[in-house]
């Protein structure tokens, strides 16, 4: 079991350079545990392409179908208190956004505040150099 946030979850979605590497590493564990704000999250991005580039709609369409699949089957940490207290702290010692912020909490919780015993998956180098810190192995790349 991994936790993967939205940037790691997309090369899942629609075809880009990390999509074999996000591939490998599902087919090796299929199990994913993802916050509850990630689905609006890759919705958001997969939006944003859509919109750059309104010829994408339809692979942006079968992204939303795999997101709506992919949800139906992860583990989902839901929007808690503790959640929230964890980003504020994580704000204030690590140079991350809310988003990732309340990612890096869910994953957390997730691991029952023990990082070390739950690999996160994610692509964004900010959220890396965050939870390396706070403790969480890190999924090659």
């Given at each position: 079991m991994?936790?993967?946030?939205?940037?790691a979850?997309l090369?899942?979605?629609?075809?880009?350079?990390a999509?074999s590497?996000a591939?490998?590493?599902?087919r090796?564990?299929?199990e994913?545990v993802?916050?509850?704000?990630?689905?609006v999250?890759?919705?958001?991005?997969?939006?944003?392409v859509?919109?750059?580039?309104?010829?994408?709609?339809?692979?942006v369409r079968?992204?939303?179908?795999r997101?709506d699949?992919?949800?139906?089957?992860?583990?989902?940490?839901?929007p808690?208190?503790?959640?929230r207290?964890?980003a504020r702290?994580?704000?204030?010692?690590?140079?991350?956004?809310?988003?990732?912020?309340?990612q890096?909490?869910?994953?957390?919780?997730?691991?029952?505040?023990?990082?070390?015993?739950?690999?996160?998956?994610t692509?964004?180098?900010?959220?890396?150099e965050?939870a390396?810190?706070?403790g969480?192995?890190l999924?090659?790349?």
């Amino acid at each position: 079991m991994r936790f993967w946030d939205c940037s790691a979850l997309l090369p899942l979605l629609v075809a880009e350079r990390a999509t074999s590497w996000a591939r490998s590493l599902l087919r090796r564990d299929p199990e994913i545990v993802a916050w509850w704000g990630t689905e609006v999250e890759c919705v958001s991005a997969l939006s944003r392409v859509e919109r750059e580039d309104p010829r994408s709609a339809p692979a942006v369409r079968e992204a939303l179908t795999r997101l709506d699949r992919m949800r139906d089957t992860w583990y989902e940490v839901q929007p808690l208190a503790a959640v929230r207290e964890i980003a504020r702290r994580l704000l204030r010692v690590h140079p991350l956004r809310g988003g990732d912020a309340t990612q890096l909490a869910a994953a957390i919780v997730a691991a029952e505040d023990r990082p070390a015993t739950l690999e996160l998956v994610t692509l964004d180098l900010r959220m890396r150099e965050a939870a390396a810190r706070e403790g969480f192995p890190l999924a090659p790349r």
